[in-house]
């Protein structure tokens, strides 16, 4: 359970990072939510609790993820871990970083891209703090981050029956995302209930999804397409993140 709840708690918080973009200052009429709040389940426990902060900076859009596992739950799998990102203004990532703290594991990373050259590619750099790597690439086109990568899909329809797709660069590798588009549904969450759009990512990414598990996502069906409930499911058994808090 230990090795599976800890990479549940990073799939909760890129996931809720990506799908929170769905607004920018430039957007006539919106604000940027301050904070929101949510409860992550392991079979029906709370097992912990994962924040999203917005801000705007001279460098850009700022989101920040914070997540924490629960008093019960830390005295034997201590889960602490923070992801940042910054945004170019066109909704792709400027820099990324992310802080992993769980149990006995450590991570630090740090990735920045550059503007795309007058050909197209676009030069990235990962460095991999703790083990003191740094690598640069060149990609032959823009790519998202974890933390960005869905910001797209809030100008996409996302009809019932359809695909989407979407490059993220993580771990060293650019990976084409596809994305499930099943159904439309009411849900219940502690914040509140929903008419929402359910989504299926298509995560293929080694070190930071589950490679074995399914993930559900529900939206809510507006023009926001905020992510209400999360679902993963896995050998360990499900895990559930609900909305708890936050203004929308």
């Given amino acids: 359970m230990k090795i599976h709840y800890g990479k549940a708690c990073m799939v909760y ?12 200052p430039s ?7 301050e904070n929101f709040v949510y409860h992550i389940f392991w079979s029906g426990i709370r097992a912990g609790k994962a924040t999203m902060d917005f801000e705007n900076t001279a460098e850009g859009i700022r989101i920040t993820s914070h997540e924490t596992s629960t008093s019960f739950v830390s005295l034997f799998y201590k889960v ?3 992801t940042q990102t910054t945004l170019y203004s066109d909704g792709f ?4 970083t992310i802080s992993i703290s769980e149990g006995r594991h450590r991570r630090e990373k740090a990735t920045s891209f550059e503007m795309p050259a ?11 703090i ?5 690598v640069e690439f060149e990609l032959e086109g823009k790519a998202y981050d974890a933390l960005s990568a869905l910001y797209e899909l809030r100008k996409r329809p996302l009809k019932v029956g359809t695909l989407e797709y979407l490059d993220i660069f993580e771990d060293k590798k650019t990976w084409k995302t596809e994305v499930q588009v099943i159904k439309k549904e009411r849900i219940r969450t502690p914040a509140g209930e929903f008419d929402t759009i359910l989504i299926k990512p298509m995560f293929k990414s080694e070190g930071l999804f589950l490679k074995k598990g399914d993930v559900y996502i529900w939206l809510s069906d507006d023009g926001k397409k905020i992510p209400v409930m999360i679902e993963i499911q896995t050998k360990a058994g499900n895990f559930k993140v609900k909305l708890s808090e936050g203004a929308y």
Avoid: H, M, W
């Fill in 13 to 24: 918080a890129l996931i809720i990072s990506c799908l929170f973009l769905y607004s920018s």
């Fill in 27 to 33: 957007e006539a009429g919106q604000r940027l939510p």
């Fill in 80 to 82: 602490d871990d923070t």
């Fill in 93 to 96: 990532p400027k820099s990324y």
């Fill in 118 to 128: 007058e050909d197209g590619k676009q030069k990235v750099v990962y460095r991999n």
């Fill in 130 to 134: 703790l083990d003191k790597e740094t």
